[in-house]
């Protein structure tokens, strides 16, 4: 029972345009959220977080959205750069449970120039 | 510019040898979490320890994978006999109890052959 999905494996935008990149979970108790973004050949590196008490998170081009009701987040990139081409994992977890997280499968995101 | 550390990079070997792989977590961080990611999956969490204590090695294949912290400082993962099937990349990731946030090391790249 996979707890986190990313049901895009892939996305492709272009340069200068919204990219956005969707994820959906089942547990309830989730009440964190984070994005990852993961370069070839290097670990994932932290992108962007949403606790479950906001329903919205901006840093500079990245902002992500939570929808409680829906068990579903977006990651929206605007505008979306070259640079931005990477794996991108949604992860969730519960606040009390020592930082562990559940990652989706993640989604691979082409920016054309 | 504090990051955590794995060696080896790159590992190849074969079908029975004995894998063991090295984490250097961030100074500080309490938490050290192992991940495998295979071509067709996403992150999988393997193990964790939260103050050199093991939470959850749940995912673990228990007869021929452990997972140890013999300090704060290294945490390994040992693969005994390896098989191909074993053949992934192993993350190593720390964090600081009170976050979620989780910093990877660049990864274990392992061949079984």
């Known amino acids: 029972d996979q707890q986190v999905k990313q049901n895009s494996p892939s996305l492709s935008v272009q340069e200068g345009r919204i990219s956005i990149l969707n994820c959906d979970y089942t547990?309830?108790?989730?009440?964190?959220f984070l994005w990852y973004k993961k370069y070839p050949a290097e670990g994932p590196t932290f992108l962007i977080s949403?606790?479950?008490?906001?329903d919205k998170n901006e840093d500079g081009r990245f902002t992500v959205f939570l929808n409680k009701s829906a068990k579903h987040l977006s990651l929206h990139i605007v505008p979306s750069q070259p640079g931005d081409s990477a794996v991108y994992f949604c992860?969730?977890?519960?606040?009390?449970?020592?930082?562990?997280?559940?990652f989706g499968d993640g989604t691979t995101l082409t920016v054309k120039p | 510019d504090a990051r955590v550390t794995q060696t080896p990079r790159d590992k190849v070997t074969e079908m029975g040898q004995e894998v063991t792989m090295r984490c250097q977590p961030i100074?500080?961080?309490?938490?050290v979490f192992w991940y495998r990611q295979t071509m067709m999956q996403g992150l999988e969490l393997l193990a964790y320890?939260?103050?050199?204590?093991?939470?959850?090695d749940s995912g673990m294949p228990k007869d021929r994978f452990s997972a140890e912290m013999p300090d704060a400082t290294l945490a390994t993962l040992k693969i005994q006999p390896s098989e191909p099937r074993d053949s992934a990349v192993y993350f190593c990731?720390?964090?600081?109890?009170?976050?979620?946030?989780?910093?990877f090391g660049p990864g274990t790249r392992l061949l079984v052959l």
């Open positions: 990731a720390s964090g600081l109890g009170g976050s979620e946030t989780q910093y």
């Open positions: 547990n309830s108790m989730f009440d964190y």
């Open positions: 949403i606790s479950s008490i906001k």
């Open positions: 992860a969730a977890s519960v606040w009390t449970n020592a930082g562990k997280s559940t």
């Open positions: 100074l500080g961080h309490n938490t």
């Open positions: 320890f939260r103050n050199r204590a093991p939470l959850d």
